[in-house]
Structures are given as C-alpha cells and as structure tokens.
Nanobody
Framework: QVQLVESGGGLVQAGGSLRLSCALS????????MGWFRQAPGKEREFVTAISRSGSSTYYSDSVKGRFTISRDNAKNTVYLQMNSLKPEDTAVYYC????????????????WGQGTQVTVSS
C-alpha cells in the first residue's frame, strides 16, 4: 500500500519561498510518477506540476511556471516542490500524488494521495 506524507507548509510573506516535501512509503518510489496539486478554499483542486519516474521529464501549470520547481530524490523516496516568488493566490492546501501511468494534469490520473499541507502567503 502506497502512503504519501507531505511536509514543509507554513505561512510566508509574498515574494518569499517555501520547499515542500513528500515522502512515499510502502512501494518502490522510482516506479511512480509524482505530481503536486493544490486546492484553495471554495475552489476545485488544480494541477501544479508533475515529474516522471526518473526525473527526466517535468510538467508545470502556466500559473507556476518559472516560479516553482519540482524535483525528486529516488534514494530518499522523496519528491520536492520548491516554491519561489510566492503570491497570495498561491495560498492553498498542497497535495502530492502518485501514479505509474504517466504525467497527467488531471487529478483522476493519480491513484494515491497524501493528506495535504497548508501553504499560506500573506500580502
């Protein structure tokens, strides 16, 4: 059974940075493509970014391209989301997700989800 645990959320001022981590346990991490999604209050969950099993391919939403960077360390079973130049509109609960099929921007493409970590950006 795959388990995902996010960490690293918090409160930051606009223009600041945060790094989120997501650790996978229960299965071989390198078999899974990983994604980050977010959900703001009253809004639907939206795609942020995804990375392939080897880390050679990445995919970003237009809203975060150039500000956020996804990476992974297969030796540590962990995927990271480095968030720079944060804006108040980045405020949301951030979720990591995993699948073995591919890099999808739809949440329906992912089989496993973490519990989420809150990111709040103050203006």
């Amino acid at each position: 059974q795959v388990q995902l645990v996010e960490s690293g959320g918090g409160l930051v001022q606009a223009g600041g940075s945060l790094r989120l981590s997501c650790a996978l346990s229960g299965r071989t991490f390198s078999y899974y493509n990983m994604g980050w999604f977010r959900q703001a209050p009253g809004k639907e969950r939206e795609f942020v970014t995804a990375i392939s099993r080897s880390g050679s391919s990445t995919y970003y939403s237009d809203s975060v391209k150039g500000r956020f960077t996804i990476s992974r360390d297969n030796a540590k079973n962990t995927v990271y989301l480095q968030m720079n130049s944060l804006k108040p509109e980045d405020t949301a609960v951030y979720y990591c997700a995993a699948n073995r099929a591919g890099l999808y921007s739809s949440s329906s493409g992912y089989n496993y989800w973490g519990q989420g970590t809150q990111v709040t950006v103050s203006s």
